[in-house]
């Protein structure tokens, strides 16, 4: 028999390029990481080094600090997007990268390549990738104290599978105990058993 195994995280990265598809990842990455206790660590990537001042700016201000018993980590980095994300994720021990996919096709994947791609290819942690068709949900959970008794309309017999207000139905209680007390009788009879 398999064991299930417990997921930890501990430390989640989520890229970002300030589109909607990132806050979709943004938002699933910070549900995750209050779930499981994480540190967040959002993340942008500039092409030069000069435009780091102004994205720190914007990075700030799209991912606020702080979100009530999540520590946040800003960081910008300049290079190539896809290889700056997995050098970082294997820099701070990632856990795993929750990031959001523009899920373009064809020749827009061939001529601009895909970071989402070339992460989930080189990362050295799970991926999750939400495409642009994703949106978080949010549901209040109320823990459920007693389960609620089985309404008379819903329950089945376990024998037949019919309706009853009970688990085993009249019908089949009484063919039940019928075929009991045939067999207490034969057994009771004087002679060979077969």
């Not at 520590?71 to 929750?98: F, M, P, R, W």
């Not at 376990?158 to 007390?181: F, H, L, N, W, Y």
Request: proline share 8%; hydrophobic share 35%; charged share 25%.
């Amino acid at each position: 028999m398999a064991r299930q195994r417990a997921i930890a995280l501990h430390e989640i990265l989520v890229p970002t390029d300030f589109s909607e598809q990132s806050r979709q990842a943004f938002e699933a990455a910070r549900s995750l990481a209050e779930h499981f206790h994480a540190r967040l660590h959002v993340f942008h990537v500039v092409r030069e080094g000069s435009e780091e001042r102004t994205a720190e700016t914007e990075l700030k201000s799209w991912a606020p600090e702080p979100i009530e018993g999540i520590q946040i980590v800003n960081t910008v980095s300049s290079g190539h997007a896809a290889a700056e994300i997995v050098k970082y994720a294997q820099g701070h021990h990632i856990d795993l990268i929750v990031m959001g996919s523009h899920g373009r096709g064809g020749l827009a994947r061939v001529f601009m390549g895909s970071v989402a791609q070339a992460v989930v290819r080189d990362a050295p942690c799970q991926v999750l990738t939400l495409g642009p068709k994703a949106h978080a949900i949010e549901e209040p959970i109320e823990p459920e104290l007693t389960p609620p008794p089985p309404s008379p309309q819903t329950s089945r017999c376990m024998v037949c599978g019919k309706s009853s207000p009970t688990s085993i139905c009249d019908s089949c209680r009484a063919q039940i105990q019928g075929e009991a007390i045939e067999r207490k009788r034969k057994d009771e009879r004087p002679g060979p058993r077969s």
